[in-house]
């Protein structure tokens, strides 16, 4: 079996909408929208195609550096879909893989169907190679460039922090969509092998740790650790039925920033893929990421 060539004379660019709402799905997480970018990207330039984000009617569209360019307005929105093949196939509650070769045959075979030049979509799936390439990361970053309002907060965090840029580490403890949408309470054998996990870590000597978390709760549970810093602010889901209050909103995107700041990144989800939130955060800056499932 042969890869599908793109045989569509009409179709030119390929780009990937982040809004709260689609046809045939509510948002998916900042995250999964970042790796359905770099996703595309590499199918584009593996047929030619130009790659393009539009992001302007999201929420948090507003803490960011649009171009004139980037604001479409004749847009048929609510005709948005989702490409619903994440080129993701879980094979147990702790591993997934990648069938990159059928996904890049369907979605060429899709995208050969095609009658427009401008191809407006929503995907999240799992990029065709696992080599990311600096120009694809260039790209991305450019169309999500903070406004001096978005810089200016980030710098007081870290400044609050005590953080420099590069000279610290970061956790990220995904707690899961039922805490974070749903408050539900945290469980003490979840919370002993949090700890567990991360107590090596943090009894390194002069090491510097940044703890963030979809759940504030959680947070108090390390402040006796000198090495560990966090900040307790209210956050929230930029995807799904998230809270799209424009200040925790902010709060998340702050989040997200000074993680891309740090020199380490150490991942605990619950989910067998991970957190899309950190680890596509540590490969769009490339910094060094370690996963541990929950």
């Known amino acids: 079996m042969s890869l599908v060539k793109l045989k569509n004379p009409i179709l030119k660019k390929l780009i990937n909408v982040y809004q709260p709402r689609y046809k045939n799905i509510v948002a998916q997480g900042l995250g999964d929208y970042l790796r359905g970018c ?7 330039k593996m047929h030619g195609l130009e790659f393009d984000m539009d992001i302007s009617h999201h929420p948090m569209a507003c803490f960011f550096e649009l171009k004139k360019e980037d604001l479409v307005t004749n847009l048929d929105r609510e005709n948005i ?3 619903s093949n994440p080129n993701y196939i879980p094979t ?6 990648k069938n990159s070769f059928h996904f890049h045959n369907e979605f060429i075979s899709h995208l050969n169907g095609i009658k427009e030049e401008n191809y407006y979509l929503f995907c999240n799936s ?7 390439h600096d120009l694809s990361r260039e790209t991305i970053l450019n ?10 907060e980030i710098d007081t965090r870290m400044n609050n922090l005590g953080l420099l ?14 805490y974070l949408l749903n408050n539900f309470p945290l469980k003490v054998d979840f919370v002993t092998k949090i700890k567990r996990i991360l107590h090596p870590f943090l009894i390194q000597p002069k090491k ?22 966090f900040c307790v602010k209210k956050i929230t889901h930029l995807g799904e039925s998230g809270d799209k209050e424009e ?10 920033f000074v993680m891309g700041n740090a020199n380490f990144v150490i991942s605990l989800s619950p989910y067998n893929w991970g957190s899309g939130f950190s680890q596509w955060c540590s490969i769009l800056h490339k910094i060094p990421f370690k996963q541990f499932r929950i």
Do not use: A, E, M
């Not at 147990?92 to 893989?97: E, G, I, M, N």
């Open 165 to 178: 840029k590069k000279k610290f580490s970061v956790i990220h403890i995904r707690t899961g969509d039922n």
């Open 208 to 229: 510097k740790f940044l703890l963030l978390s979809d759940n504030n709760k959680i947070k108090y549970i390390f402040k006796n650790y000198s090495s560990c810093v």
């Open 81 to 83: 879909s989702w490409y």
């Open 126 to 132: 799992f990029p065709v190679f696992n080599y990311i």
């Open 143 to 152: 169309k999500i460039s903070p406004t001096l309002y978005l810089k200016n």
């Open 247 to 256: 200040d925790k909103i902010k709060n998340t995107l702050v989040d997200f």
């Open 92 to 97: 147990s509650s702790f591993t997934y893989k």
């Open 38 to 44: 770099f996703c595309l990207y590499q199918i584009c």
